[in-house]
């Protein structure tokens, strides 16, 4: 049993207390002594209104996760937990992403007002005019794209917040519906609300939904080698690398309509990329398999690109403005 103790630094989030403590419960099982700490994040320090102007100055990156980096870096925590699709691909100098559990779910759902929606089986049945609220590029692009396909004329709306300040603009009427992480739902206890999982193939998931990030000193090593042994899933951790792989060479961020979702089946990784016009007319598809994943991001990336991926990211960065002006 090791006699130091793991200072776990958080957002002070609800989510994010969650995931802390979920950790911390697990390492103290195997009789590792945990303290966690919470720390408050530039995300969390701003207005939910104003972080819409964000994605147009392109200052979304790491919002919410400097702050934590800055305490494990001057050694006030030795293990920072990150919801992982919030991580930055590229960590700061002295630090290194270096374990992550079993992952979650990793669909999107959807969540209707309570007094809307009555025999709504699919995305397919939802009227014209239904008012769609969304904080992510990524869904409003594969949800217009569906709307074209499905010849639906539906509003997206963004919104901000933590779920319980979404769920409360929704009954409050403001919104006919949500899309959400189903992670962040159900590890919240509110099963209850999600209406239907959303097929993957409608909505591709953000690089690392659903997972946890571990982040420490990269001269930690005893802190690393605790981790690897008592929360680290080997699989999960090589599915979420090559999803940041892919994005990293896609030079896309975390505010591109970008999708990915890489799963483990019979001795073979597959990658699933998929990046998307901002409103819905193109939507880029690659897979690829393979029982090494140290390449497979970088490749399928390279083809995305081929096929015309870069002038769909630039295009979405261009009206990230628009978009956020709209919320």
Known sequence: MSEKVIRIGTRASQLAQWQATWCANRLESCGIPVEVVLI?????????????????????QGIFTKEIQNALLDGRVDLAVHSLKDLPTDSPTGLRFVASPERGCVEDVLVLRKDFGAGVQSLRDLPNGTIIGTSSLRRRAQTMALAKRFEKSWELRGIRGNLNTRLAKLDSGEYDALILARAGVERLGWNERISLLLPLEDILPAVGQGAIALETREDDAETIACLKRSLNCDKTFRCVQAERDMLRALQGGCSAPIGALCT????????????????????????????????????????????GAQDLIREARDSAGEWSASV
């Open 40 to 60: 408050s994040t530039s995300g969390d320090k701003i207005a939910p209104d104003l972080r819409t102007l964000l994605p147009a100055a392109n200052v979304t």
């Open 264 to 307: 483990y089946s019979d001795g073979l990784f597959t990658l699933w990329g998929r990046v998307a016009a901002v409103d819905g007319r193109v939507i880029l598809d690659k897979t690829r398999r393979d029982a090494d994943t140290s390449s497979l991001g970088k490749i399928l990336a390279e083809e995305l690109l081929r096929d």
